[in-house]
């Protein structure tokens, strides 16, 4: 049997995603730092952080997953958007905003004449942290409550339990694994974030690494992120534990509980999208009310989408050959599992070694290409996945039909193939360009001097303290977040009509 | 036309088609039949060139392919239908049919025929499992294939469209004026629709002939049980003749024969009567329509079924007379103990 074409050009994709992590691994065994107490409080305040933020994003997710399920809200789907929003919404976003609206001198003291203590350190990273994650544990459970069957809520009603007690002793247990895959996904998420602990001033490792890698200990810096990578592969390695249980439901099932449960659910809501959502647009607003565009450059997100441009063409030109494989065998799964690592990588500990990679090869030092490198490194996943679903519903049938009738393979690839598989193309370019438009560690870290963009222009700003200049970068990025979510709703609603074709 | 020979395929270690010849002469319709995994699809696949033969050579009109010259796909110039259509869900029907062709007047002809005029605009995923599959068939015929290979094509459909359309492709098949090799697992239509008939049996041909004569003089108890019912009856041989508890029979021509046999009979070869000698019992009876079917236990413990007018009602524990009432040859085997 001859080995594909696209085994062949995974190879090389395979090997770059590798490729940093050896680098982590050389630079860290050079390193001649013994484990001290600074180090010790890093990795306390890294799980506290995650652990605290964790368990908030349950308490806000669990519940709001049950309400948006069980009750008949009005504008449901409405709710769900905009409860989901924040997930859209990079969490320096919200950082920078809490940051600058608690505190003597915040825009809350300035708009109200309210004294609001600072939000700084563990409670104010974990506050943040929980605002803008918790929709991975809705949206986990919401999905795992709506493959449940109805039918066992129906027979827990008729043996005698209220519809609190039913929730309670019949479904949540049942949605356990989809509550504990939404956990997971919110610890990576917190392990990786740079900006939150970054702004509030917290040690963790993200903001650590960075600190090291200024004060020019790139080997320390190294070290460091070997370690979050050892906190990152136990999360991956517990998900892996937690496979979803599918049972084919009929229909769902609503609870009716009544207008004052529906009124506690919506005011709860409200208050939630107040904090996480109006909050942030009121501060920016506010900056943007009293200093207007000032001297804002739009040079920057032109640099943003150029970058992210770039990198969203060779990201889906790369996913090709490597969804492709995925679907052909054993070793095609392989390459495509090896390529997915990207997305555990945090993208400081990514940029980190990119570094040290720009350091040893003069010809990639400082260069645009750098950061694009490490944009498709970090995304590709987003591209991958997106082909992959795509070209899972072309049928082997349609080439070998496509083959029969005369075309030789490479005109069946482009008659059918890449037809079939364009729109998922489209999808995975959109969705790693959003993305690297707001990425920020990676972009601090890789970006060629002189080539400021939107998210790190916003850093810079809080650097130097002249918050009112990241109105108008910081509400671009929120369009920007905003039309990434759109393009994902949208995108998910068409593959699920697909999939009820 | 189409000839096999020898034809070994190999999946890694396994061997899916151990050895096979066979010949198609010109418009000849052969169904390849057998039991899940005897690798009929595997053949198909090969001829088509999706799997490369391991040993032996297959030859489409004058293309003569084997391991060292794996002719693509793209150049062997057949016709394949597929149980799940494979139509291209972004093309619509015309463009579909269409597909490869220059000249586009055979589209038109086979749209005309297989009555999809009023359907020739719509995409794919608006059709029928029906008007899908004559889709797929318009398809192939219009690109003037040089033979065509259908991998269990009606399995997809419901019963009712199962037997009209198995009429409605056999007779486009013989219009074309294409040799055709169609898969199924399904005996009746294996019978009904093939000029010959091949039982595949792990990866090897047990017997190839027409419908009549595999049903009728079954090369092995395989094919005899995997054709229809079938039950064993023993007797014993003599001179072209074979007589058993149940009456005697002329014996059909084929391989010498040991005196004591199991003769192969059918639900039809027997008939059933209350009246005369009770030598057996009726277990019970299974109402088909115009017919009923009887299982029943001789006597001497051997079970047999008959076939008879659903006029005849017969209720389980029925003491009954059987013989044998076959008008043809009946067909035996070397006694097995």
């Known amino acids: ?501 | 036309m189409l000839s096999l020979d020898g034809l070994v395929v190999r999946y890694g270690d396994t061997v899916a088609v151990r050895g096979i010849d066979l010949t198609l002469a010109d418009n000849e319709i052969v169904t390849l039949v057998g039991p899940t995994g005897c690798g009929k699809t595997t053949v198909l696949r090969a001829v088509a060139g999706l799997e490369a033969p391991a040993k032996g050579c297959i030859c489409i009109g004058d293309l003569t392919i084997d391991a060292s010259n794996p002719v693509p796909p793209e150049k062997r110039r057949t016709g394949l239908v597929f149980q799940d259509f494979a139509l291209f869900p972004h093309l619509d029907v015309y463009r579909n049919i269409t597909f490869r062709l220059r000249d586009t007047a055979p589209a038109e002809h086979w749209l005309a025929v297989l009555g999809l005029g009023a359907v020739r605009h719509a995409m794919p995923d608006t059709l029928s499992g029906g008007q899908k599959q004559r889709v797929a068939l318009a398809r192939s015929l219009a690109h003037a294939p040089a033979l065509m290979l259908l991998d269990e094509p009606l399995s997809n459909l419901d019963a009712a469209l199962k037997t009209s359309l198995r009429w409605e492709i056999r007779d486009a098949l013989k219009a074309a004026g294409v040799p055709a090799l169609w898969v199924t697992h399904d005996q009746d239509e294996a019978l009904s629709v093939g000029d010959r008939v091949g039982i595949m049996r792990d990866g090897r041909l047990e017997q190839v002939g027409p419908p009549e004569t595999c049903f009728r003089d079954p090369a092995s108890r395989f094919v005899a049980e995997f054709l229809g019912e079938a039950a064993f009856l023993p007797g014993r041989h003599a001179a072209g003749w074979l007589d058993t508890a149940l009456g005697r029979a002329s014996a059909t021509d084929g391989p010498s024969l040991p005196d004591d046999v199991d003769v192969l009979l059918r639900p039809d070869d027997l008939a059933l009567s209350t009246q005369g000698d009770h030598n057996a019992e009726v277990l019970n009876g299974r109402y088909e329509g115009e017919t009923r079917l009887y299982q029943l236990r001789l006597n001497s413990g051997t079970m047999l079924k008959a076939r008879v007018n659903h006029e005849v009602v017969l209720a389980p524990g029925t003491a009954v007379h059987t013989r044998i009432a076959a008008g043809h040859p009946l067909t035996a085997f070397p006694r097995q103990t």
């Open chain 1, 1 to 501: 049997m001859k080995t594909p074409l696209s085994y062949w050009l995974s190879l090389p994709v395979a090997a770059a995603v590798l490729a940093p992590l050896a680098v982590l691994a050389w630079l860290g065994l050079q390193a001649e730092l013994a484990f001290d107490a600074g180090n010790a409080a890093i990795v306390i305040n890294s799980v506290l952080l995650t652990m605290l933020t964790v368990l908030g994003a349950i308490l806000l997710g669990v519940p709001l997953a049950l309400a948006t399920t069980y009750i008949r809200l009005p504008g449901r789907p409405l709710w769900l958007a905009l409860l989901a929003a924040p997930l859209a919404i990079p969490s320096y976003l919200g950082a920078f905003a809490y940051f600058a609206a608690f505190g003597p001198g915040g825009t809350l003291e300035n708009l109200t004449g309210v004294n609001t203590p600072n939000l700084r350190g563990l409670a104010g990273a974990t506050l943040v942290m929980t605002l803008y994650t918790y929709p991975f544990v809705l949206l986990t459970t919401r999905s795992a409550l709506r493959h449940l069957n109805p039918a066992m809520l129906d027979a827990a009603r008729t043996l005698g339990l209220s519809p609190g007690r039913a929730l309670l002793s019949v479904v949540l247990p049942r949605a356990r694994n989809g509550i504990a895959a939404g956990a997971l996904l919110v610890a990576l998420y917190t392990l990786s974030d740079f900006g939150t602990p970054a702004i509030l001033r917290l040690d963790t490792f993200t903001r650590m690494i960075f600190v090291e890698y200024n004060a020019f200990g790139l080997d320390r810096a190294a070290l460091l992120s070997l370690q979050l990578l050892a906190l990152v592969a136990v999360i991956l390695w517990l998900e892996t534990r937690f496979g979803a249980e599918r049972e084919r439901p009929t229909r769902t099932a609503t609870l009716d509980l009544g207008a004052g449960w529906r009124a506690a659910t919506m005011t709860a809501g409200l208050l939630l999208m107040l904090a996480a959502l109006a909050l942030p647009l009121l501060v920016f607003g506010d900056y943007f009310w009293r200093e207007g565009v000032g001297d804002f450059d739009p040079i920057l997100a032109w640099h943003s989408a150029y970058a992210a441009g770039l990198a969203a063409i060779v990201a889906v030109v790369v996913a090709l050959p490597v969804a492709y494989a995925a679907g052909l065998g054993r070793r095609g799964r392989l390459l495509e599992r090896i390529a997915h690592l990207g997305f555990g990588v945090p993208g400081i500990v990514l940029a980190t070694a990119l570094v040290y990679v720009g350091l040893q090869l003069s010809v990639l030092y400082q260069t645009l290409a750098l950061l694009v490198i490490g944009y498709v490194l970090r995304f590709l996943p987003l591209a991958v996945g997106s082909l992959r679903t795509r070209l899972e519903r072309i049928e082997h049938h349609q080439i070998a039909a496509a083959r029969s009738l005369g075309a030789a393979p490479f005109e069946a690839f482009r008659r059918i193939t890449l037809p079939l598989a364009l729109p998922g193309i489209v999808a995975g370019a959109a969705l790693v360009f959003l993305e690297a438009m707001r990425e920020l560690p990676a972009t601090l870290l890789l970006q060629p001097t002189g080539f400021e963009t939107l998210a790190t222009y916003l850093w810079r700003v809080y650097e130097a303290g002249y918050l009112g200049r990241g109105a108008v970068p910081a509400l671009l990025l929120v369009l920007i977040s905003v039309g990434a979510l759109v393009a994902l709703l949208t995108g998910e609603e068409r593959a699920g009509e697909a999939r009820g074709a």
